[in-house]
């Protein structure tokens, strides 16, 4: 490509950006005033990122200019000395000074920093990546398994509310408290609330011997039906059923829609429905057998359902009383996003953070609505829920959107909480693989990593610790290809 068709087509993005700055005024009003800038820079990354910017980036980078490729967080800035540069390389004069305020690469990084720090309560700057855990339910009556863990490198304390009553969460609250008074160090608790959960009920299933089991053996070509748990239609002992507590899944479910079991492990498809089930049939087994309470993934399908459910609505006052940030499960659109904003509002807490969890396509697809939607408030982070998002969008799909979720954070100055299966094997056996060493070195990517528990938990913080601090040597962020993005289209497209 030539400089004179180089110039042409980047200048014509930079016009669009300029162009769209009434509607991106307009679109980033409400949004609170720490993080407008920070909006602003969003919208102007989708308009940059709905074309395909990689036939731009070899001339570009012979000629000593960006190539665009670390633009997420000054998006303006980045583009502008672009254009001026490749102009004055072919000898014209750059007259053109919009009136937009332009944040630089050094604000974009203070931006992200500071938006960090404010959620995870840290000093200014620091631009280390924290360590999350997930307390386990030993954790309310041994205050020495938090007082080990904060030691060796935990940062975070996460209570997950799926799991325990307000009487061992309150227990673990007052345990980390006190730990902060003796030693003066200060322990962010992060609190999980629940969410809507999508799991198989209470299977009975009478097998050739007359014994009842509890789930339901499977294999390629089986016709089983997933029906509603409140179904007043008899069970047969011959029947093959699965039932299901919550009725949106039968009720908005379509023919041909696929239904997943246990994170993947069963794969089937709808080929018949009825008012109170849904005939499948099983295209693929990874196990031998559906169980009991197992969780149920539905890709495709929008499920009508409330993103709170009453028992997180039960549990909300705990959680402002005694967290410092909140997990939201099942966020899917800026309208759940502003529903828990109206809660939050009820209970007066202004200052708790919220992390917006993405762990479904509608989730990614509407991203950039959430986070515009989340800016209204002071306190906001995202995690990467990468056990529920791959099995949503497949598992082939997984680190291209984890990466597309760190871009769009990226140009949102929101700091990213990297989640799921770290350093697992290790916290469970004692043995990391190396698959997992390379998991954990690119999660230094994000502003957060989020460990399970384990009984070789710490063994798993004080690596990961270690593994961060030689990465954070290195690099913050990596290159990449530019293809052009579709969550950045369809964003635009809902919002011009």
Same mark, same amino acid.
């Given at each position: 490509?030539?400089?004179?068709?180089?110039?042409?087509?980047?200048?014509?993005?930079?016009?669009?950006?300029?162009?769209?700055?009434?509607?991106?005024?307009?679109?980033?009003?409400?949004?609170?005033?720490?993080?407008?800038?920070?909006?602003?820079?969003?919208?102007?990354?989708?308009?940059?990122?709905?074309?395909?910017?990689?036939?731009?980036?070899?001339?570009?980078?012979?000629?000593?200019?960006?190539?665009?490729?670390?633009?997420?967080?000054?998006?303006?800035?980045?583009?502008?000395?672009?254009?001026?540069?490749?102009?004055?390389?072919?000898?014209?004069?750059?007259?053109?000074?919009?009136?937009?305020?332009?944040?630089?690469?050094?604000?974009?990084?203070?931006?992200?920093?500071?938006?960090?720090?404010?959620?995870?309560?840290?000093?200014?700057?620091?631009?280390?990546?924290?360590?999350m855990v997930t307390l386990p339910a030993e954790a309310a009556d041994d205050p020495s398994?938090?007082?080990? @863990?904060?030691?060796? +490198? &935990?940062?975070? #304390? *996460? $209570?997950?509310?799926?799991?325990?009553? %307000?009487?061992?969460?309150?227990?673990?609250?007052?345990?980390?408290?006190?730990?902060?008074?003796?030693?003066?160090?200060?322990?962010?608790?992060?609190?999980?609330?629940?969410?809507?959960?999508?799991?198989?009920?209470?299977?009975?299933?009478?097998?050739?011997?007359?014994?009842?089991?509890?789930?339901?053996?499977?294999?390629?070509?089986?016709?089983?039906?997933?029906?509603?748990?409140?179904?007043?239609?008899?069970?047969?002992?011959?029947?093959?059923?699965?039932?299901?507590?919550?009725?949106?899944?039968?009720?908005?479910?379509?023919?041909?829609?696929?239904? @997943?079991?246990?994170? +993947? &492990?069963?794969? #089937? *498809? $709808?080929?018949?429905?009825?008012?109170? %089930?849904?005939?499948?049939?099983?295209?693929?087994?990874?196990?031998?057998?559906?169980?009991?309470?197992?969780?149920?993934?539905?890709?495709?399908?929008?499920?009508?359902?409330?993103?709170?459910?009453?028992?997180?609505?039960?549990?909300?006052?705990?959680?402002?009383?005694?967290?410092?940030?909140?997990?939201?499960?099942?966020?899917?659109?800026?309208?759940?996003?502003?529903?828990?904003?109206?809660?939050?509002?009820?209970?007066?807490?202004?200052?708790?953070?919220?992390?917006?969890?993405?762990?479904?396509?509608?989730?990614?697809?509407?991203?950039?609505?959430? @986070?515009?939607?989340?800016?209204?408030?002071?306190?906001?982070?995202?995690?990467?829920?990468?056990?529920?998002?791959?099995?949503?969008?497949?598992?082939?799909?997984?680190?291209?959107?984890?990466?597309?979720i760190l871009w769009l954070c990226e140009a949102a100055h929101i700091p990213v909480i990297?989640?799921?299966?770290?350093?697992?094997?290790?916290?469970?056996?004692?043995?990391?693989?190396?698959?997992?060493?390379?998991?954990?070195?690119l999660s230094a990517q994000a502003e957060c990593v989020m460990l399970n528990k384990g009984?070789?938990?710490?063994?798993?913080?004080?690596?990961?610790?270690?593994?961060?601090?030689?990465?954070?040597?290195?690099?913050?962020?990596?290159?990449?290809? @530019?293809?052009?993005?579709?969550?950045?289209?369809?964003?635009?497209?809902?919002?011009?």
């Amino acid at each position: 490509m030539d400089t004179f068709e180089l110039e042409t087509e980047l200048s014509e993005i930079l016009a669009d950006i300029i162009n769209s700055e009434e509607l991106i005024n307009e679109l980033t009003a409400a949004v609170h005033p720490d993080y407008r800038l920070s909006a602003k820079n969003l919208i102007r990354y989708l308009i940059l990122r709905s074309t395909d910017l990689r036939k731009y980036q070899g001339t570009l980078s012979d000629l000593g200019l960006s190539s665009l490729r670390t633009a997420e967080g000054y998006v303006f800035s980045n583009l502008f000395n672009v254009v001026r540069n490749l102009s004055l390389i072919r000898g014209n004069p750059f007259t053109l000074e919009p009136a937009v305020e332009i944040i630089g690469y050094t604000r974009s990084i203070n931006l992200l920093r500071a938006h960090t720090s404010t959620l995870f309560q840290t000093s200014d700057g620091d631009p280390r990546t924290r360590i999350m855990v997930t307390l386990p339910a030993e954790a309310a009556d041994d205050p020495s398994i938090i007082h080990e @863990l904060a030691r060796h +490198g &935990m940062d975070i #304390a *996460r $209570i997950n509310l799926s799991h325990g009553t %307000q009487d061992d969460w309150g227990a673990m609250v007052e345990h980390i408290r006190d730990f902060e008074r003796h030693t003066e160090m200060k322990i962010p608790i992060y609190m999980d609330l629940s969410g809507p959960k999508l799991r198989t009920s209470t299977i009975v299933y009478h097998d050739d011997f007359g014994k009842v089991k509890n789930s339901l053996p499977v294999q390629i070509g089986d016709r089983i039906f997933l029906r509603k748990a409140s179904s007043s239609i008899q069970l047969l002992k011959t029947e093959r059923v699965i039932p299901v507590d919550l009725d949106s899944v039968v009720d908005d479910a379509h023919i041909d829609d696929l239904v @997943l079991f246990d994170d +993947g &492990m069963v794969k #089937a *498809r $709808i080929i018949d429905r009825q008012a109170d %089930q849904l005939e499948l049939e099983v295209l693929e087994c990874y196990k031998p057998k559906i169980g009991s309470h197992k969780g149920i993934n539905l890709p495709g399908t929008r499920l009508n359902m409330p993103s709170l459910t009453d028992k997180d609505i039960t549990d909300l006052p705990f959680v402002c009383r005694h967290a410092d940030l909140m997990g939201y499960s099942f966020v899917r659109n800026a309208a759940d996003v502003r529903f828990l904003h109206d809660q939050l509002e009820r209970h007066n807490a202004d200052r708790l953070g919220v992390v917006y969890k993405i762990e479904n396509q509608e989730a990614f697809d509407n991203l950039p609505d959430i @986070l515009i939607a989340g800016m209204e408030r002071s306190r906001v982070g995202v995690m990467v829920a990468r056990g529920d998002l791959a099995v949503e969008i497949g598992f082939e799909r997984i680190s291209e959107v984890q990466n597309e979720i760190l871009w769009l954070c990226e140009a949102a100055h929101i700091p990213v909480i990297w989640a799921t299966q770290v350093l697992d094997n290790l916290a469970k056996t004692g043995i990391p693989t190396r698959a997992e060493i390379s998991d954990a070195a690119l999660s230094a990517q994000a502003e957060c990593v989020m460990l399970n528990k384990g009984p070789n938990i710490t063994a798993a913080v004080q690596l990961l610790r270690n593994i961060l601090a030689r990465m954070e040597g290195h690099a913050t962020k990596r290159k990449s290809e @530019l293809r052009a993005l579709n969550v950045a289209r369809m964003s635009l497209e809902r919002l011009r």
